[in-house]
């Protein structure tokens, strides 16, 4: 065996070492169920979950940038790895959505930068994200109630937890930039929100939800939390990644529904009316603009 095949075949084996701490640890060794998950010591020291520090970037170095809002649809397949799971009652602690990930971290402290807004004016303390979190709904009798007398009896409002399985959307702000010094455009992740249906507003079958941002989430704060959760991998259980990883690499479908602009940030949807088509295709353009800066850049 050749010296460069040697060190490719000891490459390969210590990233398997490394990563097969992803999947469920110690499955094929256990003797007794409550002994899988318990990582050895060579595990525990791999498993670093502190995440990959981002590169300095000096001002001076970022030629051209836009700021871009974009919505991550859960109803896509290809997002069903920051929905799933909303049943966690026979999974273990190991697997949990964005949505939960996100919630236990901020219940225990470990992500505080929480705002109201993508603009980041007015931070939200804990007791005002438990609040957003609360759905305070009418039932039908309720509601019979209020048309026939002009109020409703306090039993027939009804308080519950927002769960994972009621997220709908993920809204993410990011920044793509042209590195004059790499030479490259590349993207910088800032904040992310989770959408959830309004339910002040009664929908009816058929109808389309009104949805509610809950909080915006300063990306940078969030990835500590975000790199010690494992996202399920369908096409290989023993290599789990984190969300801080796929949400970095951009491992989801999205669509800009709002690009920075002289006009107040407007949103796609207030200079293009009632028109899904003719939004899509913007938000292409914008996708384009974007890509094509790259391509200019050595074209010129």
């Known amino acids: 065996m050749s010296r460069a095949l040697k060190l490719f075949s000891l490459i390969i084996l210590t990233l398997g070492g490394i990563n097969s701490s992803c999947g469920q640890a110690n499955l094929l060794n256990a003797r007794v169920p409550q002994d899988v998950g318990n990582l050895n010591d060579q595990q525990k020291e791999a498993n670093d979950e502190t995440p990959l520090a981002y590169g300095f970037v000096d001002d001076r170095d970022v030629m051209w940038s836009k700021t871009v809002w974009e919505i991550i649809d859960l109803d896509e397949r290809v997002n069903f790895p920051y929905y799933y799971p909303t049943d966690t009652l026979n999974l273990g602690p190991d697997r949990r959505s964005l949505f939960d990930v996100l919630k236990k971290n901020l219940s225990n402290s470990n992500i505080k930068e929480v705002y109201k807004s993508a603009y980041f004016q007015e931070k939200l303390t804990y007791e005002e994200i438990q609040e957003r979190l609360v759905a305070v709904d009418t039932t039908d009798a309720g509601y019979e109630q209020f048309n026939a007398d002009g109020f409703v009896d306090p039993q027939f409002i009804e308080r519950r937890r927002i769960t994972a399985a009621e997220i709908r959307q993920y809204k993410i702000k990011g920044t793509w930039y042209f590195d004059k010094r790499l030479g490259e455009l590349k993207y910088r992740l800032l904040a992310v929100c989770p959408v959830a249906p309004d339910v002040a507003v009664k929908t009816l079958a058929g109808e389309e939800e009104d949805l509610v941002e809950l909080f915006w989430v300063w990306f940078p704060d969030a990835r500590t939390s975000l790199n010690t959760s494992k996202v399920f ?55 384009s603009v974007i890509r094509d800066y790259e391509q200019d850049m050595w074209n010129n």
């Open 233 to 287: 991998n369908s096409r290989n259980a023993s290599q789990r990644i984190t969300y801080d990883h796929m949400l970095n690499s951009r491992r989801f479908n999205s669509t800009i529904y709002k690009e920075e602009n002289v006009y107040e940030d407007r949103e796609v949807k207030d200079y293009i009316y009632e028109d899904a088509l003719r939004m899509l295709l913007e938000s292409e353009r914008i996708k």
